[in-house]
């Protein structure tokens, strides 16, 4: 049985950092995938991206329109939801689901896709004018999701390899 609840930060941290972290190395660049998974990880989570993380989270709560929470599937934490709202000073409100990520052990089960549909459907309650969210450009699953659920690319980013050892 699938369920969700508000993300306690103190006891949820190490799941939603180890998310994060997941999230980041599968919608990376290059760079960020061209090492083992572990290395990535072991090196994120010493970074300031994990403190980054947390604060940006922490900030966000301030706001009472936040989403934040854990989705467990029969009592086990199965993923995190963030979405956050920004009001426009020209009059528009912006949803962007800053994190949509289920835990590999849970994947393929539809759960990002009942995610991204409670996400939609809470940024209209809010009063959002659209939703906004990024993903990597080799991050299929969630180009996937995000395509079947009517998204569309509205934007593009492009980097160039300066050296052929920045690329393997």
């Known amino acids: 049985m699938l369920s969700q609840r508000p993300i306690?930060?103190?006891?949820?941290e190490p799941f939603l950092l180890d998310l994060a972290c997941?999230?980041?190395?599968?919608?990376?660049?290059?760079?960020?995938?061209?090492?083992?998974?572990?290395?990535?990880?072991?090196?994120?989570?010493?970074?300031?991206l994990r403190q980054a993380y947390v604060r940006d989270l922490q900030n966000s709560l301030?706001?009472?329109?936040?989403?934040?929470?854990?989705?467990?599937?029969?009592?086990q934490p199965a993923g995190f939801l963030w979405l956050c709202f920004?009001?426009?000073p020209f009059g528009f409100t912006s949803a962007a689901l800053r994190q949509l990520t289920v835990a590999m052990t849970h994947q393929r089960r539809g759960i990002g896709t009942l995610m991204l549909k409670s996400a939609v459907e809470r940024s209209r309650q809010q009063g959002a004018d659209f939703i906004r969210v990024e993903t990597g450009i080799d991050d299929e699953a969630s180009q996937t999701?995000?395509?079947?659920?009517?998204?569309?690319v509205v934007r593009l980013a492009f980097e160039l390899a300066l050296s052929e050892a920045d690329v393997q």
């Open 22 to 48: 997941q999230a980041s190395f599968d919608s990376g660049d290059l760079w960020t995938r061209s090492r083992p998974y572990k290395a990535y990880r072991d090196q994120w989570l010493a970074s300031p």
């Open 145 to 152: 999701i995000y395509g079947r659920e009517g998204f569309r």
């Open 62 to 75: 301030e706001d009472a329109r936040t989403v934040a929470e854990v989705w467990q599937e029969d009592g």
């Open 8 to 12: 306690d930060l103190r006891n949820d």
């Open 86 to 88: 920004t009001d426009s």
